[in-house]
Nanobody, 117 residues
Framework: QVQLVESGGGLVQPGGSLRVSCAVSGSSLDDYAIGWFRQAPGKDREGVSCINRRDKYTYYADSVKGRFAISRDNVKNTVTLQMNSLKFEDTALYYC??????????WGQGTQVTVSS
């Protein structure tokens, strides 16, 4: 059974950085594209970034482009989202999800990122 566990969230001041990670177990990471999503209170879930299985194609939402960077380590079965120049509006619960084909089928429980002064 595939499991995803996020880590690395926390409290940071505006302009600061955080790195959140998604550890995949129960299967090989290179069988999946991985996406990061976030949901703030009272708002819809938003796709933040994704990386495909082998070609390392990446996507970023306009709201994070130039500030966030996604990377994957298929040996360590981990995908990392480096978040720089954080803003108040980046505050949310961040989830990772795994897609074996064109649908995200497996989801983690999320890690909270709070940007506050």
């Amino acid at each position: 059974q595939v499991q995803l566990v996020e880590s690395g969230g926390g409290l940071v001041q505006p302009g600061g950085s955080l790195r959140v990670s998604c550890a995949v177990s129960g299967s090989s990471l290179d069988d999946y594209a991985i996406g990061w999503f976030r949901q703030a209170p009272g708002k819809d879930r938003e796709g933040v970034s994704c990386i495909n299985r082998r070609d390392k194609y990446t996507y970023y939402a306009d709201s994070v482009k130039g500030r966030f960077a996604i990377s994957r380590d298929n040996v360590k079965n981990t995908v990392t989202l480096q978040m720089n120049s954080l803003k108040f509006e980046d505050t949310a619960l961040y989830y990772c999800a795994a897609a074996p084909t064109n649908t995200y089928e497996y989801w983690g429980q999320g890690t909270q990122v709070t940007v506050s002064s």
